[in-house]
């Protein structure tokens, strides 16, 4: 299994970004898919994620209406939009699979991508 982000980068405030996240060696379909962040000192944080054929999707409070995750299973890609971008959205961003729905059912991460909100 393998999950690559890409798509970070320096951003002004109320910019956009979109990341992806390139999976392989796995069925892709069968997996929801999601975005954590972190930033030094705190716990990793969920930032949304979705079910294998997009049916349902789950937002942290923080970021809803801003980002909109998505995913194609004909490219095992998944995307995070993120829109009207904060200060407060600074992180690592990580891809990662979960076994099932849950916040906990992570099993495999990528290796993280920067983005940093700054003027």
């Known amino acids: 299994v393998q999950l690559v982000e890409s798509g970070g980068g320096l951003v002004q405030p109320g910019g956009s970004l979109r990341l992806s996240c390139a999976a392989s060696?796995?069925?892709?379909?069968?997996?929801?898919m999601t975005w954590y962040r972190q930033t030094p000192g705190k716990e990793r944080e969920l930032v949304a994620a979705?079910?294998?054929?997009?049916?349902?999707?789950e937002y942290a409070d923080s970021v809803k209406g801003r980002f909109t995750i998505s995913r194609d299973n004909a490219k095992n890609t998944v995307y995070l939009q993120m829109n009207s971008l904060e200060p407060e959205d600074t992180a690592v961003y990580y891809c990662?699979?979960?076994?099932?729905?849950?916040?906990?059912?992570?099993?495999?991460w990528g290796q993280g991508t920067q983005v940093t909100v700054s003027p």
């Open positions: 979705i079910s294998g054929f997009g049916s349902n999707t």
């Open positions: 060696g796995f069925t892709f379909s069968n997996y929801a």
């Open positions: 990662a699979r979960w076994r099932y729905w849950g916040p906990n059912e992570y099993d495999y």
